[in-house]
């Protein structure tokens, strides 16, 4: 059962099949049950189709074509509602495209039930809207709502706005299309995976045995481990396993083939771009070579705290300043490919043994091995541990030194074991409702530290409480709330909740003087009085401590 | 009266101010002249009749609107209600003294006139219209407007002062024909038997679940229910107050029934019912919820629900708009659910209106699901 509103005797249009996938795997609860919908979607529907699908459910958006607020100010003016209303409707909502297609009115201008368009026809026309004038940009906006369902509106706007998101893993999509096509689910990773346009790429081009020729650029699938579970001494003998620090930075894959040098990453974006440092790397790489490993800022051989390269991702011109306060380097993990050799399915110590060989011979200042920690007991690896913070690092990965390169996130072989989060606690202040399975809820807080007799709001955090204390707490806020200011609703400072984070640093866009790395709730202290919360003077200590 | 109103225009300007004195119920009006209904911290007060509607506090003389725990509460010492309503209230407060209408029948209470009018909101839901030297005032409780064949016809009532309800006062809420919902219910039950799966459909126990039993009765004979649900069957069937066979009969869920007997079944549950191991007796099954809520994606989605089924027993955004601009009244307080929202889009469209603080809301469908009731009361013994 996926679909019981719209019972029709007409074959299913492009769009509609689209709109009822995506309902489909965000209601069902169980994988087999997603993996179907995803194996008769693919089924279904054409081809071309098919292909803007993978691209989508790869991250492969189009881009933005109009804002938002233009969205919903078109959207106000056609259902006739006053902007403010329209704006606590998304507050409650909490998400653009769903509001609009909750706002839209049901009666269809598509009064014979004539299949929807294709997927790709709308993906297309959105490329080619970049070109057109505003104008023509709300016709096109508005006469598509006036012919959608509902459901087809949602995907609709999040196409438009680029939001588009879906919360099944890649991987699961690879399954459900190994499970169609005679191809192992790795090379189907493999080949959709890189630098290919959905608009000018077949579906056979893509999947089928033949292709896979023409991208230079193609990175591997990562390999990703589990946060280990247990303690480590459960591993077994320690020699069998190889020891490195978890870097806190950008996990990534330098590849060069064809004398071209492509940086990938673990998001599969090409950010090559970013890191101009590199070109050093570009002429002194042998050719036909990949290699995993972590982006870094690096001085002298020193990792530095990972805030230092912050300021430079997002911008889209690397000045020569941060060049120089924030240098790139690479600490190398693993080697992928050599002399256009997949060695994946190598044992890591024999990988390992190359790549130290290619890194040594190479000589930049920018390639280096990531560091094997030795050890001889599980206990002294322990103590170890305990010291990830003192070299920039956020714990300790876990290799068994026989393993392949595997494909996407895996047990067994590799082992995150990260250092405990730093924690604070802090009483509540702010509420918003959230988003998505939060809608309507106040989910995202905003926490204070005590300076004084002062509260200073010092972070935000959204996860970490189970379905049922959120609902407590929104409770509480319904009933404790103070002042309203557009969404956000100023609490009474009653509940204290330890947050958890990864690093802190100075910052002078927060009032507070510091930002936390990855806050989130750890805690709710129903034991500790408002009074007894930590101080802003705490947070700065922890500040000198570890922000350095 | 301008002193009044002046001050749902202080309101705005001084909101942060005054709701930093949201336990004093009277906040949003403060005036010494008393209205023919005051707003008072154990509910609606009608001063000239010296009686009370739907308090949240033991009182005197208590007018109930319908037998929803949030509005019908212990503790009073006189009770006033439509004759549907009784049943419920004995079931659900004991033996107390009663005293009931029926709607349109009008009482002088002290001097007052006083009659109830159908709500459609459940069975015995009613409006209340209070007069007084001339004035009247309609107060609403919970309401729909559509006609779900149970709890009577909404009755647009005219008066000068309206209290409203606004739990789905958003222009996002609207809601389907009760038939097409029905529909969708019927083909998601057949569509789980064919996949040998039960359909477990939770629906509170007192309204909802009443027309949900309508809509399943078309398909399956094989209903069975949790036991809230089962005790106010019951009580409503044994009371006679719905016609004979509108519904049908249902099994009770015991300890001792075996996992089989629930192949292919339906069971109605309430929402307290929907994450407890009690259900998991039911495996292989679908869960459908049916609510109001479940018209935004992420609710569902946070349920875990296999199919939201919208269906709610207030009034959709629409239905708020229409019963209002019925009663012809000049000004409009609203209470739970989205009041500043709406009592802000009443004033732009002309209609004075200020929304009212009170502590109703906390039943089901209106306290934004989740919250069992258990959690209610620890967060508000917390505070």
Redesign the interface.
């Known amino acids: ?1 996926n679909d ?2 719209q ?1 029709t005797n007409t074959t299913p249009g492009g769009m509609q099949l689209f709109a009822s996938l995506v309902y489909d795997l ?4 169980k994988t087999n049950e997603k993996l179907e919908a995803l194996i008769k979607y693919f089924s279904a529907a054409d081809d071309k189709d098919k292909v803007w699908m993978i691209a989508l459910f790869s991250g492969r958006r189009p881009r933005r074509t109009i804002s938002p607020s233009k969205i919903a100010t078109w959207c106000a003016e056609l ?1 006739g ?2 902007l ?2 329209f704006e ?2 998304y507050h ?4 653009l495209s ?2 609009i297609a ?2 839209i009115p ?1 009666e269809k201008t598509n009064e014979n039930n004539s299949p929807s368009r294709s997927l790709s026809w709308y993906v297309e026309k959105f490329l080619e809207l970049e070109k057109s004038d505003e104008q023509q940009k709300k016709k096109f906006i508005l006469d598509s709502w006036a012919e959608l369902s509902a459901r087809e509106i ?1 995907v609709f706007n999040k196409l438009l706005s680029s939001t588009f998101r879906v919360g099944v893993s890649q991987n699961m999509m690879v399954n459900a299309l190994s499970k169609l096509i005679k191809l192992e689910s790795s090379v189907i990773a493999h080949r959709i995976s890189g630098n290919w346009d959905p608009s000018t790429t077949s579906f056979s081009e893509l999947l089928s045995e033949e292709s896979s020729v023409a991208d230079h650029s193609k990175p591997y699938p990562f390999y990703l481990a589990y946060a280990i579970e247990d303690d480590p001494e459960t591993l077994g003998d320690t020699n069998e396993w190889q020891a490195e620090w978890k870097w806190d930075g950008i996990r990534g894959q330098i590849i060069k083939r064809n004398g071209t040098l492509f940086v990938w990453s673990r998001g599969e974006d090409l950010i090559t771009e970013k890191f101009p440092e590199y070109h050093l790397l570009a002429e002194k790489l042998p050719d036909k070579i990949v290699i995993d490993g972590e982006i870094l800022p690096v001085k002298n051989g020193q990792v530095l705290n990972f805030n230092v390269l912050q300021t430079r991702i997002g911008r889209k011109n690397v000045t020569k300043k941060q060049l120089e306060e924030a240098p790139a380097g690479i600490f190398a993990y693993d080697l992928l490919e050599v002399d256009g050799q997949d060695i994946r399915e190598l044992p890591l110590h024999e990988r390992r043994q190359r790549l130290a060989a290619i890194v040594s011979d190479v000589n930049v200042p920018q390639l280096m091995l990531s560091p094997v920690i030795d050890f001889h007991s599980w206990g002294q690896l322990k103590e170890i541990r305990l010291t990830s913070r003192d070299v920039n690092s956020e714990g300790i990965m876990l290799k068994r030194k026989s393993s392949p390169y595997q494909v996407g996130r895996k047990r067994g072989d590799w082992w995150k074991w990260k250092i405990d989060p730093l924690a604070i606690d802090a009483v509540m202040v702010y509420a918003q409702k959230g ?7 106040y989910t995202d807080y905003t926490f204070a530290v005590r300076d004084g007799e002062k509260l200073i709001p010092f972070t935000k955090a959204y996860s970490g409480l189970t ?2 204390e959120f ?2 707490v ?3 806020v319904k ?6 200011f557009g969404p956000v609703r ?1 609490v009474k400072p009653e509940l204290v909740f330890e947050i958890a984070f990864e690093g802190i640093a100075a910052s002078n866009r927060h009032k507070s003087g510091v930002a936390l790395r990855f806050p989130r709730i750890s805690k709710w202290r129903h034991d500790k009085p408002v009074s007894e919360i930590n101080t802003l003077d705490d947070l700065k200590k922890m500040l000198e401590i570890y922000g350095k | 009266m301008e002193s009044k109103l002046q001050c749902i225009d202080v309101r705005r300007e001084a ?2 101010r005054q ?2 004195l ?1 336990h004093d119920s009277r906040l949003t009006i403060h005036d010494s002249t008393t209205m023919l209904i005051d707003f008072t911290d154990k509910g609606l007060y009608c001063s000239a009749g010296n009686f009370y509607l739907d308090p949240w506090k033991p009182v005197e003389k208590a007018v109930i609107t319908h037998g929803h725990s949030d509005h019908a509460r212990w503790g009073s010492q006189q009770y006033l209600c439509h004759h549907y309503t009784l049943p419920i209230l004995k079931l659900r407060l004991g033996e107390n003294n009663y005293q009931t209408i029926g709607w349109n029948e009008a009482i002088d209470i002290n001097g007052v006139k006083l009659s109830l009018h159908p709500a459609g909101h459940i069975i015995g839901s009613s409006q209340v219209r209070v007069e007084h030297k001339g004035e009247v005032w309609v107060i609403s409780g919970d309401y729909k407007t559509e006609n779900d064949g149970i709890s009577g016809v909404f009755e647009p009532v005219k008066c000068h002062t309206f209290v409203t309800e606004s739990t789905f006062g ?3 809420y ?1 809601w ?1 024909q009760q038939s097409e919902i029905f529909s ?1 219910i019927r ?2 039950i057949l ?2 038997q064919s ?1 040998g799966k039960a359909s477990v459909l939770i629906a509170y126990s007192l309204g909802k679940a009443q027309r949900v039993l309508r809509a399943v009765k078309e398909v399956t004979g094989n209903i069975f229910a949790h036991g809230a649900v089962y005790n106010m069957h019951q009580t409503l069937t044994n009371a006679g107050i719905l016609a004979e066979g509108m519904l049908p009969e249902i099994k009770r869920v015991v300890p001792e029934m075996p996992k089989e007997t629930f192949r292919n079944a339906v069971i109605i549950a309430p929402p307290s019912a929907e994450s407890s191991p009690w259900i998991k007796k039911f495996t292989p099954y ?1 869960l459908g919820i049916c609510s109001g ?1 479940m ?8 349920k ?5 089924f919208v269906l709610s027993d207030h009034c959709d955004w629409p239905g708020l708009l229409t019963a209002v601009e019925a009663t012809g009244a000049q000004r409009v307080f609203v209470t739970h659910g ?1 009041q ?2 709406f009592s ?2 009443l004033n ?1 469209a002309g209609i004075e209106a200020a929304e009212i603080k009170t502590e109703y809301g906390t039943e089901e469908e209106e ?2 699901q ?2 069992t009731n258990n ?2 009361e ?3 013994t ?2």
């Open positions: 059962m019981v509103t019972h965000g209601t069902h609860t259902v509602l006053p403010w209303l606590e409707s409650t909502v909490g998400d769903e509001t909750l706002l049901e949602f988003a998505g399975r939060r809608s309507n809820l379905d049922k609902a407590q929104d409770n509480f009933r404790n709330s103070l002042e309203k100023t | 909101l942060g709701l930093a949201f958003l222009p996002i609207k389907k969708n083909n998601w569509d789980n996949n679908s809520w018209r935004v994606r992420g609710n569902q989605r946070r875990n629900a296999d199919e939201g989205f500043s929202v802000r889009y732009e306290a934004v989740e919250l959690t209610a620890q967060v508000a917390d505070e």
